[in-house]
């Protein structure tokens, strides 16, 4: 099956800094989606994006899916972006499954 | 507003026992789904329902079982509960499609712990 991995595993931040967060993946996918997890651990969906950028607001992601790779920046963080980032990627004739990445566990410090 | 709602957010049953965990939708979304999370493990699919009725085993559905009678309701059912299923279990939904629609909604989570 897909493997998914992620880089780096954990990352800590001071207020106000910028990040990168690395979504590697072992095949093709049509489908590619970033998650946030709060620390009350509700998941929050931030981007579908299977391929090409997109941005909302200091959050902004890209797909090279030639390449099989996707990122995520968080600009100016703010101590609300700590919590967990999970990648996931799936097949569209799968019925919408998921396979999802470790996570990287982000801090920010005040 | 998108909803995922799940019976309990924290549950703690004995070994043995026989556990519903419920998961309502009010998106009217064809596919559902439950993962369990652990640490250092990440999400972990179970089972997903694509129709009513219909149910496809994920990636560890041993020791679980699904019921999905209605389009909004998908049940996860450990039908005896051992010490290796405590765990947080999330459930979300999403529309059919190839398309943007494909987002997964989650619900909160229930973590359940078993005696």
Redesign the interface.
């Known amino acids: 099956g897909i493997q998914v991995e992620q880089s780096p595993p954990d990352l800590i931040l001071q207020e106000g800094a910028n990040s990168t967060l690395r979504c590697n993946f072992s095949d093709s996918v049509n489908n590619l989606q970033w998650f946030h997890q709060n620390p009350w651990g509700q998941l929050i969906n931030l981007f579908y994006i299977p391929s090409g950028t997109k941005q909302n607001g200091r959050l902004s992601a890209t797909t090279v899916a030639t390449e099989r790779y996707s990122l995520l920046y968080i600009s100016s963080s703010q101590t609300t972006d700590s919590g967990v980032y999970f990648c996931a990627v799936g097949l569209n004739n799968q019925g919408g499954k998921l396979i999802f990445g470790q996570g990287t566990e982000l801090s920010v410090k005040p | 507003d998108v909803k995922v709602t799940q019976s309990s957010r924290y549950l703690v049953k004995r070994t043995g026992e026989k556990v519903f965990l419920e998961c309502v939708q009010d998106m009217d979304h064809e596919?559902m789904?439950w993962?369990r999370q652990d640490p250092?493990?990440?999400?972990?699919?179970i089972y997903?329902s694509?129709d009513v009725k219909m149910k496809?085993k994920?990636?560890i559905p041993e020791g679980y079982s699904v019921s999905r009678e209605k389009k909004e309701r998908f049940s996860l059912i450990l039908e005896s509960a051992s010490t290796n299923q405590t765990s947080?279990y999330?459930c979300?939904s999403?529309e059919?499609?190839?398309k943007?629609t494909?987002?997964?909604?989650?619900g909160?989570?229930t973590?359940l712990t078993v005696l």
């Open positions: 596919n789904f993962y250092g493990l990440g999400l972990r699919l997903f694509y496809e994920g990636d947080m999330l979300a999403s059919s499609g190839a943007e494909d987002t997964q909604y989650f909160p989570g973590r």
